[in-house]
């Protein structure tokens, strides 16, 4: 007994019990605390879910059902992935309105919270392509040559050869690509909306559509400055071809005009 005092006064007795008091707080910590990490994801996850769940049952039930699973007047929503509502709904196609041959393009409805939410409630009635991240989608050391090229070959016999746009069949176009979001242009490559094709990771790898975004954003500022003047309709060779014959030509030909009437007045007087 007298011994366990006298080692309690010790000079060091203090700093052990520091030392162990810490040492205790720690191993509690490392034993807690990551599960409590997780547990935070996943309950934000499942409360996103939740509120996405409200919102779809007042905006998009009456069409794609309550479960997601689809009606007469929507496709089911099982598997399309958080990718294809971020893009529907961040471009102001969805919630579609009246019937037509194609779901037009409106002013956004829903906040970014609000699309995420969303998402993650379609998300998880099945898997499907997941929202692109930043970095995904980021033109930063894209190949602008190669995104050329793989988008004549893949993308201009409807958009045109640079993004322009153009009519399809039946009441139905691609739309122009100028000053659309790289993450709305990747989500379409994943996602194929209406009559487009889908481009997934396994035909089109996830280099080859950031090289595409950094073609389309090169032409578009371009073409917003336009250094040889008048843009002609950014359609190619051919209609930039015909503007010089037409009116290079028609040029060329009233020069003559004019010298050959002048030179006839000369000779009469
Ligand atoms: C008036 C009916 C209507 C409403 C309301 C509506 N949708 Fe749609 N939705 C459609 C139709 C029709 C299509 C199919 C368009 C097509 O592909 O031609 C569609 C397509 C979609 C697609 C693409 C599916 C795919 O296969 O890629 C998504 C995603 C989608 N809707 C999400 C939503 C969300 C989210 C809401 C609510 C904010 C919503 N929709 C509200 C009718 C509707
Ligand atoms: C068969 C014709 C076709 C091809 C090929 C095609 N698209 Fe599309 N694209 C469309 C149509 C039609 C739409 C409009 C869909 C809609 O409104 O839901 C569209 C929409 C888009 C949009 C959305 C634009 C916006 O205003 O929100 C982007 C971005 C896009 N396409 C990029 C591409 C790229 C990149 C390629 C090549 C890898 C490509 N498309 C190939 C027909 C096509």
Redesign the pocket.
Known sequence: MKKLSARRRHPLAAVVVLLLALAATGGLYAAFAPASKAQADETAQSLAIEEGKKLYSVGCASCHGTGGQGTTDGPSLVGVGSAAVDFQVG?G?MPAQQPGA??P?KKVIYNQAQIDQLAAYVASLGAGPIVPTKNQVSPDGADIAKGGD??RT??A???NFTGEGGA?TNG??????EG?DPK??YE??QTG?????S?PDTT?PEQQKRD?IAY?QTVNSAQSENPGGLKLGGLGPVSEGLFAWIFGLGALIAVAIWVAAHTAKAKKS
């Open positions: 471009t196609r194609q779901v393009k793989l988008f893949n993308c016999q409807c958009h399809l139905k176009y691609a739309p122009s690509l659309v709305h242009i379409a490559m909306p209406q009559s487009m094709p481009f089109m595409i389309i």
